[in-house]
């Protein structure tokens, strides 16, 4: 069993990685869903700078550096989570328990940040992008989480 230290020194590669991933694909999804690359990413701001954050569509420090920072956080809070699961595994580094234990985090980050926190905690995102771009997203999180734990079983 993984403890949580090395639960949360390995989230900072898994949930590093799977912060980029899924930050690339909330630009790519955000440019198809809103004409602008930032917008999902700046939505998530909302949490500090309220509502107005989910209207602004242009680079901003205020904006884009707050909600670049709360994704790349939680990405490696749910990547805590995915490394603990992990450490159950009898072999953690398969490639079948990687992509199972990133689909777990993954689904569990999902109804939390979707359903379960209050609106003004959620990622902001979600009211940016279509349905389709937020399954996209969520599988770029889950795809960043095992191509960040490949990375680390090759150290």
Known sequence: MKTWTGAAKD?????????????????LRGRKDTGS?????????????????LHVNRATAKHTLT????????????????EKLLGRERQPTSVGALARN?????????VVDLVLVPKRLTP????????RSLWM???????????GAYL???R
């Open 11 to 27: 989230a900072l590669i898994s949930g590093g990685a799977a912060s980029i991933t899924s930050a690339a694909l909330l630009a």
């Open 37 to 53: 690359a930032l917008a999902p990413l700046n939505a998530t701001s909302h949490i500090v700078w309220g509502d107005e954050a």
């Open 67 to 82: 909600g670049g920072a709360l994704h790349a956080a939680s990405g490696v809070f749910w990547g805590v989570l995915f």
């Open 102 to 110: 990133a689909a777990k985090a993954t689904a569990i980050a999902a």
């Open 124 to 131: 902001g995102f979600e009211r940016r992008l279509s349905g």
């Open 137 to 147: 997203v969520y599988g770029g999180l889950a795809a960043g989480m095992v191509v």
């Open 152 to 154: 680390l079983k090759r």
